[in-house]
């Protein structure tokens, strides 16, 4: 099979392209670099740098040939930049994906895995874990322009036949067990690499945003999903839609506190992490779990790295070997 992967010198993207060369298929990458890394890309991958916000040079690059599908991970993330620039963010995140559906109906392409978020169910409290019928009340624009994307797949199956896999990815983590890719953003945001980063002497005291939760310690609960189990579920994905359309809620079903992986991370390196307490941050819910029952339903999907010790472990095991990520 031949997959085309939009943003796959991200830290999802690289780590799909990785599932895919594994299962044997051949990928060719489109990324404009903006927040990737062309060494992310694995030698002998094509690779096209290209902006989707360029109609034509993404047209060019679809055109090239038979695609058996795309997958599309090319976005901006950072939710407090969508608040601060809501029409940058809609911009760079939705028309780039409307430019490229109508692209893909164009060259004929049939299927698309798109990279959703559980930032759509941003809002009110949750106790529980959330399945895919939870409604939808994006906190940000971030949130908001990925639920827009569902929703032009949702027309483009409707009325031009293009089925869609929306898999709505709770917080990525890990690395490859290989040591072939790893999490490199800047500026970092995400918990994991800034513990792990905190526990190498890296950086300085890490914050723990909110100690004062309804949660057993006090923390944030949040679910870590392994880059590599969430890679896995796009290549089950694919399976499921050559005649139907399908959205998935995906995680590994539970949650860890911000405490406790920040035990994780001191157990797994044997260093202790130093923290201190700050406030709240506004529109961070107490509780953010996925229930991924209908991937694990329809597909046998299951995380292999489910336990936080292992996820912490990859993740280490990468930014011990690549001290200053993909720039050397
Ligand atoms: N990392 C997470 O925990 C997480 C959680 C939920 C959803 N997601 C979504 O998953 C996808 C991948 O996330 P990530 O963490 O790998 O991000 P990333 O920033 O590492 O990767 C995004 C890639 O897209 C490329 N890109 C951005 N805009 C582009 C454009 N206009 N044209 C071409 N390429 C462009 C970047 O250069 C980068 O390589 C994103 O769509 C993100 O919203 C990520």
């Known amino acids: 099979m031949r997959y085309l992967v939009t943003g796959g010198a991200g830290f999802v993207g690289s780590h799909v392209v990785l599932a895919l060369l594994d299962a044997g298929h051949d990928v060719v990458v489109l ?18 740098k290209v902006d989707l916000l360029d109609y034509a040079a993404t047209s060019a690059v679809v055109g090239q040939g038979a695609w058996d599908g795309v997958l599309h991970f090319a976005a901006l993330s950072l939710v407090g930049d969508s608040m601060r620039d809501p029409f940058y963010y809609l911009r760079q995140n939705y028309l780039t994906a409307l430019n490229l559906v109508q692209i893909c109906v164009e060259h004929s392409v049939k299927k698309i895995v798109f990279s959703s978020t559980a930032a759509l169910f941003g809002g009110p409290e949750r106790l529980g874990p959330i399945p895919e019928t939870a409604p939808v009340q994006p906190g940000s624009p971030y949130g908001e322009s990925k639920f827009m994307i569902e929703r032009v797949l949702n027309w483009a199956d409707a009325i031009y036949g293009l089925r869609s896999a929306c898999l709505r990815y709770f917080n990525a983590a890990g690395a490859d067990p290989q040591g072939r890719a790893g999490e490199d953003h800047r500026p970092e945001t995400h918990l994991i690499p800034l513990t792990v980063d905190a526990a190498l002497g890296r950086r300085s005291a890490l ?28 290549v089950r994905a694919l399976g499921q839609i050559d005649h139907r359309s399908v959205t998935y809620n995906i995680g590994n079903g539970q949650g860890y506190s911000n405490l406790e992986v920040l035990q994780s991370v001191e157990r797994v390196s044997g260093r202790k992490v130093p923290w201190e307490a700050a406030p709240r941050r506004e529109g ?14 329809d597909t046998g999907w299951a995380p292999r790295f489910g336990s936080i010790d292992s996820i912490v472990e990859t993740a280490l095991l990468w930014r011990k070997k690549n001290p200053n990520g993909y720039e050397v």
């Open 207 to 234: 914050k723990l945003f909110g100690t004062d939760y309804p949660t057993r310690d006090g923390s944030c609960i949040r679910d870590y999903i392994h880059v590599t189990d969430l890679a896995d579920a796009h």
């Open 31 to 48: 990324d404009n670099l903006s927040t990737g890394y062309r060494k992310a890309v694995p030698a002998g991958v094509t690779f096209h």
């Open 284 to 297: 961070d819910p107490a509780f953010l779990v996925a229930d991924s029952t209908a991937l694990k339903n």
